[in-house]
């Protein structure tokens, strides 16, 4: 692949998004947002979006015809190491799944996205700690992303979810085009201190405002 040997101009990205980190990566020749648990990002330019996952989830959520889209990367918290409570309809943690799908959703649309135009690509939800005795959370998010995908209408084109390795996955919204890599060994505990982390944050952290999808 021929990179760029000069990173073009960094666009202004859409407000609200000041805090995410933007960087040029040289390998692809685009300017790509990281994102961590918790985040996402939408973007109506041609650059990446890419995130590394565990046992979360991310959606790849775009308008096919005006190419504008985003990525999350969220789990469900648990309670008290327990998730079975988690998909009951209106459960708080199940609030936390539907606020980060919704925020995103509502930021496409209302860049100019039309619901209609929408695909979904979905990733990650993998049983990276294996202990038999140990809860899959990653399952009970992938669970959840395809129920809330049924009950929206929204379809989904690529589902790359579960088994037991963490993935670096790389968005290309203008396109659609998406790249993953399964992390087969993993030489650090970065992404199981950072999900632990995030986990803590939102089983403490109360629920944003109800949103409804215009």
Same mark, same amino acid.
């Given at each position: ?12 990205? +859409? ?20 994102? +961590? ?15 590394? +996952? ?84 990653? #399952?009970?998010?992938? #669970? ?47 992404? +199981? ?22």
């Amino acid at each position: 692949m021929n990179a760029k040997m000069e990173p073009a101009v960094l666009q202004d990205c +859409l407000a609200d998004f000041e805090h995410i980190n933007r960087y040029w990566d040289k390998v692809h020749g685009i300017y790509a947002a990281k994102i +961590l648990p918790g985040q996402y990002y939408v973007t109506l330019h041609d650059e990446a979006i890419i995130t590394v +996952l565990g046992s979360c989830v991310s959606a790849c959520i775009r308008d096919r015809v005006f190419g504008i889209g985003g990525m999350n990367h969220f789990m469900l918290p648990d309670s008290e190491g327990k998730l079975e409570h988690a998909l009951r309809l209106g459960s708080e943690a199940t609030r936390y799944g539907n606020h980060a799908m919704e925020k995103m959703i509502n930021d496409i649309l209302k860049n100019g996205g039309r619901r209609e135009n929408l695909e979904v690509k979905i990733f990650g939800g993998g049983q990276i700690i294996r202990d038999m005795q140990t809860l899959n959370i990653g #399952q009970r998010n992938i #669970q959840f992303v395809k129920e809330y995908a049924r009950t929206e209408g929204l379809q989904i084109s690529v589902d790359e979810t579960g088994d037991i390795y963490p993935r670096k996955v790389m968005f290309f919204p203008a396109t659609g085009r998406v790249r993953v890599k399964k992390l087969r060994s993993l030489h650090n505990k970065t992404i +199981l201190e950072r999900e632990s982390e995030y986990s803590q944050k939102i089983r403490t952290r109360p629920v944003a405002g109800d949103i409804e999808l215009f």
